[in-house]
Nanobody
Framework: QVQLVESGGGLVQPGGSLRLSCAAS????????MEWYRQAPGKQRESVAV???????NYADSVKGRFTISRDDAKNTVYLQMNTLKAEDTAVYYC??????????????WGQGTHVTVSS
């Protein structure tokens, strides 16, 4: 069974930065896709950034040029560096990982979420 643990959320002023981390643990053979989502109050969950095992990335238009996703495969960890934060970035941020675990069984796992609040 694969588990994800997120960290790094908190309260930050507009224009500030935060770095989120998401570490995968368990019987992992390979993590293929790692993705960050967010859900603001009263809104649907949306994809923010995604990174493949080959290092290809894609971002939501609303965060391009401000957020950077990266991964450390040795640690099965994905990061989201968030700069120039805006009030509209306030949300619960969730990590999602898809890959293969023991016995090459596919997994699609979510973290518990970490709160990001951008406010003065």
């Amino acid at each position: 069974q694969v588990q994800l643990v997120e960290s790094g959320g908190g309260l930050v002023q507009p224009g500030g930065s935060l770095r989120l981390s998401c570490a995968a643990s368990g019987s992992i053979i390979r993590v293929n896709i790692m993705e960050w989502y967010r859900q603001a109050p009263g809104k649907q969950r949306e994809s923010v950034a995604v990174i493949t095992s080959g290092g290809s990335t894609n971002y939501a238009d609303s965060v391009k040029g401000r957020f950077t996703i990266s991964r450390d495969d040795a640690k099965n960890t994905v990061y989201l560096q968030m700069n120039t934060l805006k009030a509209e970035d306030t949300a619960v941020y969730y990590c999602n990982a898809r890959g293969h675990g023991a016995g090459w069984i596919a997994f699609d796992t979510w973290g518990q979420g970490t709160h990001v609040t951008v406010s003065s």
